[in-house]
């Protein structure tokens, strides 16, 4: 089964932390709760899934030079999920590129606009982290070494 959640919005989001210093991260800003709930299952639902099992998660950006495209695509044996992004700012690559230069991974959280703001979405349970990203078919990875963890992060 294919899933599709509309053409959310992302932004590049920061989080500063006793232990860790600033942590960036990637915000995908869903019209609705529903969307953010159908990518969170979803996601949940991939991480559920054995190791051993057919799946994958990929986070593709396409530089255009001022702006650029982002997919995000997440498969499990039973089901998939694509969100497409077009002409995103150019700074949320620009921002996620540093972050692997400077640490082992990235986050992305699942958002919505609560009266003109970008608000995370049920922060608990929303944050997903990712270790690698794909630039043009270039894969851009973590720096291995100070490693952070979700506790580092939301405590």
Partial sequence: MNHYVGEPKITSLSVQTEDAGEIIGLGIVFESALSAD??????????????ASSRSFVVYFYDRGS??????????????LSIEISRADHQV??????????RPYFFIIACLQKEGVTVPYDANSSVIFQSRLLIDG????????????????FI
């Avoid at 702006?67 to 998939?80: E, M, P, Q």
Wanted: include cysteine; aromatic fraction near 10%.
């Fill in 93 to 102: 690559l620009d921002d996620l590129v540093a972050a692997l230069n400077d």
């Fill in 38 to 51: 159908q990518f969170l299952r979803h996601m949940h639902e991939y991480f559920d899934s054995p190791r």
């Fill in 138 to 153: 270039r894969t851009v990875s973590g720096k291995r070494d100070g490693a952070w963890t979700q506790e580092d992060l």
């Fill in 67 to 80: 702006y650029c495209n982002l997919a995000i695509d997440v498969r499990t044996r039973l089901s998939s």
